[in-house]
């Protein structure tokens, strides 16, 4: 942790000879404790780019200028960290895309100012297989998840999977959506393994045009139990995933705050990222983020947003396989500190299978 420590801090001083800055503490101390000594610092060497307007339609090609590559992913369960659980496999396999889209991430508004999006997109092609995230039981396949009634065309999830897991955590249930498939392949009741194939990716439902709708359940099985899927599924080898909790002067959560972030030094390609709107969402018990951006290459970012009319920056490693955390308080700056809970459990656990009624 020492030599990581250093490492950053050796890092940070690099990249702040880079940024014009004239004093730089000679104490080994994190980059993040460095920024947060300066507050609300603004940075006009900083060239704003230009925003790019916020997408309302499906598909959005082209909106987040990154390779379509990825390393393989790590194997599940994956959990690096004692506070990460990255449980799950991608359900859409590795041939297609098979990460979110930048523009539709978790606790986003962008139908109604009321409708928060419960999960991730992922933009595969028509038809391409839908796989289970993990192993556990079909509880239905149907239309009807989000009315309950079975059959329901009209309901905005389409056909739609739902997988109780094998495993919990915490104590608590766990259960994964797969919504708008054009076919459903699995049937109620059906145990599956991780890669199962559970249907076919479509356009069902509320949907303009064929993707994966991709949900995490945490404890109950409903539409105000989600948590973040990108804290779920495995990073790609070698890459990482960061995570924000960024604040107010009142330490009150900044809602639908535009976070960019830019690898250094090339600064391309940028990533936008959208801080939680207020709504049904649920922040992960540990980090409390009400930010996510994965699937980073390991390297050095630099963070910036506006906040109370000034620019704030600060720069985080991302490490393989794990989350690289950071807040952002108005008025106190940047910290890298983790929260610290000493009774989490760490590994997937299994739970007694109670059969309930399949409907
Ligand atoms: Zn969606």
Not at 273 to 300: C, H, K, R, W
């Amino acid at each position: 942790m020492k030599f990581k420590t250093a490492f950053i801090s050796i890092l940070f001083l690099l990249l702040s000879s880079c940024a014009g800055k004239a004093e730089v503490e000679s104490t080994p101390t994190s980059v993040i404790l460095e920024a947060a000594d300066q507050p609300q610092v603004t940075v006009e060497a900083v060239v704003t780019p230009s925003p790019v307007p916020f997408q309302f339609n499906l598909p959005t090609p082209g909106a987040e200028p990154i390779s379509g590559w990825r390393p393989p992913l790590y194997p599940v369960p994956w959990a690096v960290s004692p506070y990460d659980h990255f449980y799950f496999a991608r359900p859409i396999a590795a041939d297609n895309v098979n990460w979110p889209l930048a523009q539709y991430r978790y606790g986003g508004v962008f139908f109604a100012p009321n409708i928060i999006h419960t999960g991730v997109d992922i933009d595969a092609e028509m038809k391409a297989p839908i796989l289970a995230a993990g192993p556990g039981t079909v509880l239905s396949a149907d239309w009807g998840l989000y009315t309950g009634a079975s059959g329901n065309i009209n309901d905005p999830y389409g056909q739609a999977v739902v997988i109780r897991h094998d495993f919990g955590y915490q104590d608590k249930m766990l259960y994964t959506i797969y919504a708008h498939m054009s076919k459903i392949i699995a049937v109620a009741g059906q145990h599956v393994e991780t890669g199962d194939v559970l249907g076919l990716v479509g356009d069902t439902g509320a949907t303009t045009g064929p993707h994966l709708h991709f949900e995490v359940r945490l404890e109950n099985n409903t539409f105000f139990s989600t948590v973040n899927p990108e804290l779920w599924m495995a990073p790609p080898q070698g890459w990482g995933v960061l995570v924000g909790r960024l604040m107010d002067h009142h330490k009150k959560l900044l809602n639908q705050f535009q976070v960019q972030v830019r690898p250094e030094p090339s600064g391309i390609p940028i990533r936008t990222v959208m801080t939680y709107a207020s709504g049904a969402v649920n922040l992960d018990a540990y980090y409390q983020e009400n930010m996510v951006l994965s699937d980073l290459p390991a390297g050095i970012y630099k963070i910036t947003f506006e906040y109370d009319d000034k620019q704030m920056q600060t720069w985080v490693e991302i490490f393989p396989g794990q989350v690289s955390y950071f807040t952002f308080e108005g008025g106190v700056g940047f910290n890298t500190d983790r929260p610290a809970v000493p009774t989490l459990e760490f590994v997937p656990k299994v739970l007694p299978f109670t059969p309930t009624p399949i409907p």
